[in-house]
């Protein structure tokens, strides 16, 4: 059994594991009862947490298949990240084959976020780049997104997916996005409003929720990702971006591995 | 982090530990572990090595698992041979008793010690030579009534001969080692403390799962504290708990016959809290909760600065709803004290009691499973349990 533990930063990104992770068979667990009994110590208990009522359980989501089991945290953005591996790590009895870490690079340098998580993390050998996995025990990569070089977020690999998976409607939806000032105060009545949206990575996150929301009409976006063609599509899951992303993935997993221990058996 | 007495332990051999690193121990430190993990055995292990030249301390060791004194007496004894279970804190391999090895990262250095039964006849005295031989016995063991009357029989019994090798890496070569042997006899004369051993001694003390049920044991813990002039220390730190407790004193059964000029003779004093407004409160009347902050007082009342206090089950009798209270109350009585504390517990509502009321500074947390421990520090245990909610038993 390869197993592997994900940590990124928010639920869109677990959704996007998710997905390619079904590429290899996995699927989700649902029942605590069918849970790998590795992954127990990672299962909060008690409600409400932290005495907060509607704060989500942080529980992780967890795939499976015979020969793989994968737990997949969302850490509330980077600066969580290096601490919440700490703690999973020191919690589970012994620590999994592999570890990915996923983050975006929507407002700052993609090497330096790069260099940022991997300092703190407490493994070692995470790989010489952005994107890369180390080879030592357990397998470490540190995956920048939305492709290890240019800044961005997830957002920008869900455009590039829905170019080739909803090419019609991701058109309507820049047409609709593209002209939209963020400093229009006819439209943003005040400076939360039009926080997010002026970001550099705003406009390109609107328009992904647009398409998304005509997909699924009055859902997240990570429901689309778990329930549309965005990596579904053939031609999205060859597109560069997709496969560099894929590639990382599997490295993690150990696909390689695990499909030699197949073939020898 | 201020200085403790262990800042670190590795019990190479000790029961059924091999080879068990805590490092980094800090002033308050919680152990979790299935059972038989060995969490208790580390108390014990402190406990030898905090004086491990005194045959009390021996003889403590193998009291924490049992219920003796505190209930056997009544019925007969437990059946145990004390030094068969002195021999089991021992390693036991096929056939073979293999050596303890423990070394504290303090003061207190590092014992090896060896055990070998033999058969002889016990002295008449305890012994303790300036060659570092010392003899003694368990107390005698009353089956009944009849045998407090008799004159113990010198006869040809078995012992248990203890090498024990006291190691210090930071003194001058030459001086770096002590040995003593110690001989220990199931019957005979008791130790009883009346000789005393100057060699390497922590101060330390210990609270089991049960040893605040027993009325007898607290009142004598008390009476000790007052032979010290340390009963104030306990009444102090219970006020901080309750302000309302005014003093500790031992009373006995009223004497129905008030008028006579000599009170009838009746049943034993006992321990009672004397409390502002309602007056004298004897101790068995408690709840279990009040027995167990009482009685982790009078133990912290009794080490001393630099010593330590070990509680197996710290959760033990107390309603979840007070948890928090009592640990930072007796936390915060062990910082100005100068004691650290090992504490075991099972109990998840307690670790988080312990999170809220305690300094991340201050905690520790090791979860032990075969002979390994996974150390959380405060800080980590706080991302584990109040970020994540993960499960660190």
Redesign the interface.
Known sequence: MERAYFVVEGPHDVEVVGRLLALHGLERVKWLADLDKFW???????FP??GDLMRR???PVFFASEGFSVAI?SAGGIG?IA??V???F??L?EEPQGLGVLLDADDDDVKRRWETVVSALPTKDAGSAPGAVGQGTPRVGVYVLPDNDTAGTLEYLLVQCAEKAYPKLLKSAKAWIDPLDPNDESIFKNAKERGDFSKPAGKTKAIASCVASVLRPGKSIQVSIQDNQWLRHPEALELDVVKQLRRFIDAVLGVDRATEAQSSS | MRPVAFPSLHIQSFRGLRDLHLEECGPVNLLVGGNNSGKTSILEAVLLLASPVDPRQWEGAVDLRTTWPLADVRFGASGVARLDALEWLFPHGEGTIGAIDIKGGGPVGHIVATAERIVGEPPGEPIVSAEGLIEASFRVRQRNQEDLFEQPETLVEPGLVIDISLLWEHRPVGERQDRFKMVLWETGRSFRGRVRVSKPRLSVAFASPISHRSDGYLATRVSRLLRAKKKHRAIALLQQLDAKVVDLVMVSPEDFDSGSAIPRGGAAPSLHVEYEGAGLVPVHAMGDGMRRALHFAVLLAEVESGGVLLIDEIEVGMHTSVLRDVFNWLCQACRDAGVQVFATTHSLEAVDAMLEGIPDEDLVLYRIRESRARRFSGELLRVSRAELGQEVR
């Open positions: 127990t110590r990672l299962v909060p208990r008690t947490h932290q359980i942080p529980v945290h969580n601490s919440v700490e703690a999973t020191t919690a009895d």
